[in-house]
């Protein structure tokens, strides 16, 4: 059953004239929990030791204290407007669904979420560094992280990633394919029995695990940008790169018990490549 705080977010997204932030903040915080899981002891005293330092940020509106809440930090520093508008780009990479992969072309002047991702840690692992900084570095790619492989962050047909793509979640009308991924499908898939990190860890096995942390954001750009054609457009339509239907395509029950699996296997890639990235800076 959802919590209630996700529940207000579905009703504030029913309600709202704009899409809400990635992975909504029931997938940001489930993505943080699996790394923090993951990694190992020392890595973990050095993230609770700068998660400490948290009020350095000078943001008393958007708290940072824990790994979870520092995971939803970089959405929540959009409402500060201009003091944070230069990491708006960063969130995500929408490569053309319907092209051939190209890393570069979707990422102007490193102004992208795959070159974040690797900056980010660069700055993490700095230790001549300011601790404000390296904990600004520390929230930016444990959310980054997650919006890598939230697929319509990777991929899109010329939509921004979805934003105008019409489409209906069973009976909610009148929303959008990003949205529709951003929150009702991650919501549901998460919550799904067994649910949360641990119930979606305790369905993998030790080599599944260590596979799903195999690679590098290259490889889980091109990954994410592969599932946004074949599941979050290949679910609604019947050739992704075809005309977007004049009427509004449904997520219906059916299709959502596909893609449940899709959701839950993109959070555990998300959480447990952070972990092995959040060791390789601190550990």
Known sequence: MLKIRHLLAALALALAAS???AWWEYGHETVATIAALNVKPATKREIARLLARSGQLDTPTCAARTIEQASYWPDC???LKDRFSYASPWHYQNVNICKPFDLKAACPDGNCV??????NARLLADRTLPDRERLMA???LVHFMGD?????????????GGNRFKASYGAITGRNLHSIWDGYLADRGISQPPGDARGILS??????RAQMSAGRTEDWLRESWAAAREYAYGSVMQDPCGETPATEPVIDEATTRRLVPIVRTQIARGGLRLAR???????
């Open 148 to 160: 890598l492989h939230m697929p319509l962050h990777a991929g899109d047909k010329g939509d921004l």
């Open 277 to 283: 990235m959040l060791d390789e800076a601190l550990g």
């Open 114 to 119: 795959s070159a974040q991702i690797d900056r």
């Open 19 to 21: 899409p809400a932030a």
């Open 138 to 140: 520390l929230a930016f």
């Open 203 to 208: 369905t993998l096995s030790a080599s599944e």
């Open 77 to 79: 520093i959009k409402g």
